[in-house]
């Protein structure tokens, strides 16, 4: 089983930049696919991007495409998510997951069998 810790996030004004890291421990990342969810206040948890085992493979949101990041580092059991032009509609806590059973990059919140317990992300405007 792996563990998840989420760190990197903050309060930052729109237009600014975050880096989350996603740091793994108990088994080698490069055995899962991993993704990252968010959820804002009264809303449900939802996708955010998604990276193969290797990381040849990335699928992202469409509310964040050309704005985030998705990248692992197998060698350091990490994985970042790079967010640039940040919105306040950004503002949630953000999730690592882990897909022990995909070798694809889904976007769908029940495959992921491993989660962190999150990071605060706040975007003022």
């Known amino acids: 089983q792996v563990q998840l810790v989420e760190s990197g996030g903050g309060m930052v004004q729109a237009g600014d930049s975050l880096r989350l890291s996603c740091a793994a421990s108990?088994?080698?990342?490069?055995?899962?696919?991993m993704g990252w969810f968010r959820q804002a206040p009264g809303k449900e948890r939802e996708f955010v991007a998604a990276v193969s085992r290797s990381g040849a493979n990335t699928n992202y949101a469409d509310s964040v495409k050309g704005r985030f990041t998705i990248s692992r580092d197998n060698t350091k059991n990490t994985v970042y998510l790079q967010m640039s032009s940040l919105k306040p509609e950004d503002t949630a806590v953000y999730y690592c997951?882990?897909?022990?059973?995909?070798?694809?990059?889904?976007?769908?919140?029940?495959?992921?069998?491993?989660w962190g317990q999150g990071t605060q992300v706040t975007v003022s405007s």
């Open positions: 997951a882990a897909d022990r059973r995909s070798y694809g990059v889904s976007d769908v919140l029940a495959q992921y069998d491993y």
């Open positions: 108990g088994l080698p990342i490069s055995i899962y696919a």
